[in-house]
C-alpha cells in the first residue's frame, strides 16, 4: 500500500497568480536554469511589478521572453542576472536589461550553499510520479542545489518536460515543496539546428585523428560539435561515451550512427551523463525515461577530479578569441558579454588529468564584422577582453588551420605555433607584434 499523496498535492497547488503573492520586495528569486524557467509563474510575477520594488531574480540559459526583465526597464522593480547567457540573455546584457554572474560549474551547488541567498526558487518540473517525486528533467546539473537552500520553493509543473533518469538529486519530493502550481504550456520548440559551416567541419576534420575507440566525449554547444557529431558518426570510430555538463543533437546523432555506447567509461559505465541539455524535441523524446542516460548535478558532472578519472576523456569547447601568449577569451568581445566561463575550466583541468585524455579549444582563424571587415581571431594581446582560461591551463588549440599544443609551452613557442594556425592574411602583421613583445625568436622560422 503507497501513501496517497493526493491529498499534500491538492492542499499545496494554488494559481500562479497566488504563489507570486510570496514574493516581497527586495527578495532574492531564483529560475534555476535552461526549460527550468517557469513560464507561468514568471508572467504572474511580472504583473505585480508596481507593487514590488528591488527584486532581483536569477537564471541561466533561459530562451525569451523573461517577463520581469522585459516589463521594467527602469529596474526598479526587477533586475535579472545570469550565470551563463543563452542568446536571448546576451541581447538582454546589450540592452542593460541583465548582469552576469561570473561562476564556474563544478561550484555551482557551493555557491548557493554558503554565499548566495535564496527567498523563492520557482522551478519547472515534469508531473509527480506515485511516490510524490516531482523530476529536475534536463534541469538537474542546477535545480537541486537552489531548492534546497530557497526559503520557499515552488514548482510549475510542465507537462512537456521529459522524465531524465539520474544519479542523484534529479528529483524534488513533494514534502521539500511549498506551492504547486499548473497550467497550459506550448510544446518546446527546440533550440532550432545550428548548421555546421565549412570551416566548423574543417576544424572537426583536424580533431577526429585525436580521438579513439572508447574514448569519452564533451561537446560545447554550438555548430562545431554539430560538425564533429557528423563525422563521427560517418567515421569507423566506436564504443563512445558522454560525460557533458550540456548534452545537445550531437550526441543524439553520433547514439543513432552506433557509436554512443558507453560500455568502455570507467566510472558510469553503459551511463551517458550529463547536466542540462538543450536541443531538439527528439533530443527530449530521447532523453526521456531512458535508463542510458543518467543526470547528474553539475558538482559531479564537472568536478575536475571526477573527470580525471575518466580514461581517454575528450573535452570540446569553444572561444571568441586567444592572444599570443596563449589566453582564452571564451565569454566576452571586449567588455560585451556573450556566454560565461561554465565548464570550460572545469573540463581543461578534468580532462588533462584523465589518462589519454585531451582538450580542445576551438575557433575559426577570423570573423566578421557588421561592415564585412575580416579580423583575426588570434589577438597580440588582449586589451579589455575578459580572460576565461588562463593561458597556463590551456591545452589544445585549434582551427581550420591546424591543431597546436601549448602544454609546457614558452612564450616564443606559443607564439610560433598560434601563428601558424592563424589565417595566412594575418600572419606577417602577428609576427611583427610578437617581435614586439620579445615573443618571438630571431631565428624562428617565418
Known amino acids: 500500500m503507497f501513501y496517497n499523496y493526493l491529498a499534500e498535492y491538492n492542499a499545496k497547488l494554488v494559481t500562479p497568480e497566488e504563489a507570486v503573492c510570496t514574493v516581497k520586495s527586495g527578495d532574492w528569486i531564483d529560475y534555476t536554469s535552461c526549460l527550468g524557467k517557469p513560464v507561468l509563474l514568471d508572467r504572474a510575477l511580472a504583473k505585480r ?11 541561466n540559459l533561459i530562451s525569451g521572453p523573461i517577463e520581469i526583465a522585459e516589463c521594467d526597464e527602469t529596474q526598479e522593480h526587477f533586475i535579472y542576472h545570469s550565470w551563463h547567457c543563452s542568446s536571448y540573455e546576451r541581447k538582454l546584457c546589450d540592452r542593460g536589461l541583465c548582469y552576469y554572474i561570473p561562476m564556474v560549474f563544478h561550484n555551482n551547488a557551493a555557491y548557493y550553499e554558503y554565499f548566495l ?40 509543473v510542465n507537462e ?30 527546440g533550440s532550432g539546428a545550428i548548421l555546421p559551416t565549412e570551416t566548423d567541419r574543417k576544424i572537426a576534420e583536424k580533431i577526429l585523428p585525436y580521438l579513439v575507440d572508447g574514448a569519452t566525449l564533451q ?22 561515451g558522454m560525460h557533458t555538463e550540456l548534452c545537445s543533437d550531437a550526441y543524439l546523432s553520433m547514439y543513432k550512427a552506433g557509436k554512443l555506447t558507453n560500455k568502455r567509461k570507467k566510472i558510469d559505465k553503459g551511463k551517458g551523463v550529463f547536466g542540462c541539455a538543450i536541443g531538439s524535441p527528439e533530443l527530449y523524446e530521447w532523453v526521456d525515461d531512458n535508463h542510458g542516460i543518467a543526470a547528474y ?30 589566453q582564452v577569451a571564451a565569454e566576452s568581445s571586449g567588455s560585451r558579454q556573450i556566454s560565461g566561463t561554465g565548464g570550460q575550466l572545469d573540463f581543461l583541468i578534468g580532462a588533462s588529468a584523465s589518462r589519454g585524455g585531451k582538450a580542445f579549444i576551438c575557433m575559426s582563424s577570423v570573423y566578421r564584422d557588421k561592415e564585412g571587415v575580416y579580423h583575426s581571431r588570434i589577438r597580440p594581446q588582449f586589451d579589455g577582453d ?23 609551452r614558452s612564450t616564443w613557442e606559443r ?29 624562428n622560422r617565418r
Open 160 to 189: 512537456h518536460l521529459p522524465k531524465v533518469h539520474g544519479g542523484y538529486d534529479e528529483c524534488i519530493h513533494i514534502s521539500d515543496v511549498d506551492y504547486i502550481v499548473e497550467g497550459e504550456h506550448a510544446p518546446f520548440a
Open 219 to 240: 561537446l560545447g554547444i554550438g555548430s562545431m560539435p554539430n560538425a564533429l557529431g557528423e563525422l563521427i558518426a560517418a567515421s569507423d570510430i566506436k564504443d563512445l
Open 297 to 326: 548535478p553539475l558538482e559531479y558532472v564537472n568536478r575536475p577530479s571526477v573527470i580525471a578519472q575518466i580514461d581517454n576523456m575528450v573535452s570540446i569547447n569553444s572561444c571568441v578569441s586567444v592572444d599570443l601568449y596563449g
Open 415 to 443: 607564439a610560433e605555433g598560434l601563428i601558424s594556425i592563424a589565417h595566412p592574411d594575418f600572419r606577417e602583421k602577428l609576427i611583427k607584434e610578437a617581435q614586439k613583445r620579445k615573443i618571438w625568436r630571431r631565428s
Open 386 to 408: 575578459i580572460i576565461t582560461s588562463p593561458r597556463s591551463q590551456v591545452y589544445f588549440l585549434a582551427t581550420e588551420y591546424g591543431v597546436i599544443n601549448l602544454e609546457g
Open 117 to 156: 541567498k535564496v527567498n523563492v526558487a520557482m522551478v519547472s518540473v515534469s508531473p509527480m510520479d506515485k511516490h510524490g517525486y516531482f523530476n529536475f528533467s534536463v534541469n538537474t546539473g542546477v535545480a537541486a542545489p537552489i531548492t534546497r537552500m530557497a526559503d520557499l520553493v515552488i514548482v510549475e
Open 49 to 59: 511589478r508596481d507593487d514590488l520594488y528591488d527584486v532581483k531574480v536569477r537564471g
